[in-house]
C-alpha cells in the first residue's frame, strides 16, 4: 500500500443538508490502481459521499486533495477537475436524442471544440474522436449497437455505453454509484464482467454497491457507512466475512437473508 501513489485523499469530510447532517467527519483515501467499494443501506451516506468527491454535491466541511489539489477551494477550476473524475450513474443518464457513438464521443467533441487546433483540422479530430468512441464501446461488447439509440437498447447496453462515455475522457478515477440496482437480475452479470475487466486493467475505481461477493472478489478495500460515518474499514474478505463491528454484521446478516 505504501508503494502505491496516493491519489485522492479526503479529510473530515462533512456535508449537511439543513440541519441534517449526511456525512460526519470521513477520513478516505485511494492509491492508483485501487478498487473501493462503499456499503451500506438506503440513507447511509455513500451516494452522498461518492458526489461530493467532485463536488456534484458541495460539502460544507473538510478537504479533498484530489492529486494533490484541494478541490474544495473556490479557486480552483472544479470542471478541469471533474474531466478526469469519471461517474456512473444509477440511471444510466444518456441522451435519448443521441445515438451510442454519439452519446460516448460528446464530452471529448465539446473540448476539442474549445482548442485551437480545431479549426485547422477539424476533419481530422473529429475522425479520431470517433474512432476512439468506437473502440471504447467495443471494448463494452457494444461494437454492433453504436448506431442505436438508448430506446433500442436494454439496460445492460445502456448502462454499458454510459462506462464508455465516462471513460472517454480517460478519467484517473472511476467512480460508479450503485451501477447495477436499476438493472434486471439477468442484465447485471454483463455489467459487473465489464467493471470486473477494468478492475483487471487497473483501472482505479470507487464503487457504490450492494453485490457483496462481487465486491469481496474484485476490491483491494471495503468501507460499511452508516448513518453517515465509516463504521467499517479493510480487507474485503474481513470486512464481509469477519466484521468487527456489531452494525456492521447487523447490516450483513440482514443482507444475507433478504
Request: net charge negative; with cysteine.
Amino acid at each position: 500500500m505504501s508503494e502505491k501513489e496516493l491519489i485522492l485523499k479526503v479529510s473530515h469530510l462533512q456535508k449537511s443538508f439543513g440541519n441534517h447532517a449526511v456525512l460526519n467527519d470521513i477520513d478516505f483515501g485511494v492509491c492508483k490502481g485501487d478498487v473501493v467499494s462503499i456499503m451500506g443501506a438506503s440513507g447511509s451516506g455513500k451516494s452522498t459521499f461518492l458526489r461530493s468527491l467532485n463536488l456534484l454535491e458541495v460539502p460544507t466541511g473538510g478537504q479533498i486533495l484530489f492529486e494533490g489539489t484541494d478541490i474544495t477551494d473556490p479557486k480552483v477550476d472544479i470542471n478541469r477537475h471533474r474531466q478526469k473524475i469519471g461517474m456512473v450513474f444509477q440511471q444510466f443518464n444518456l441522451f435519448p436524442q443521441y445515438t451510442a457513438l454519439e452519446n460516448v464521443t460528446l464530452a471529448e467533441r465539446l473540448l476539442a471544440q474549445e482548442t485551437s487546433e480545431f479549426k485547422k483540422d477539424k476533419k481530422a479530430i473529429l475522425t479520431r474522436i470517433d474512432e476512439h468512441g468506437k473502440e471504447l464501446l467495443d471494448r463494452m461488447g457494444l461494437a454492433e449497437r453504436m448506431n442505436h439509440y438508448p430506446h433500442q437498447l436494454s439496460g445492460g447496453q445502456q448502462q454499458r455505453v454510459a462506462i464508455a462515455r465516462a471513460l472517454a475522457l480517460k478519467p484517473d478515477i472511476l467512480c460508479f454509484d450503485e451501477p447495477t440496482s436499476a438493472l434486471d437480475p439477468e442484465l447485471t452479470g454483463e455489467v459487473l464482467k465489464v467493471i470486473r475487466s477494468l478492475a483487471q486493467q487497473n483501472t482505479t475505481m470507487i464503487i457504490v454497491t450492494h453485490e457483496m461477493a462481487f465486491a469481496r472478489d474484485v476490491a483491494d478495500q471495503v468501507i460499511f457507512m452508516d448513518g453517515g460515518v465509516i463504521v467499517e474499514h479493510g480487507d474485503p474478505h474481513e470486512v464481509i466475512d469477519h466484521p468487527k463491528e456489531e452494525r456492521t454484521r447487523q447490516f450483513l446478516t440482514r443482507y444475507a437473508n433478504g
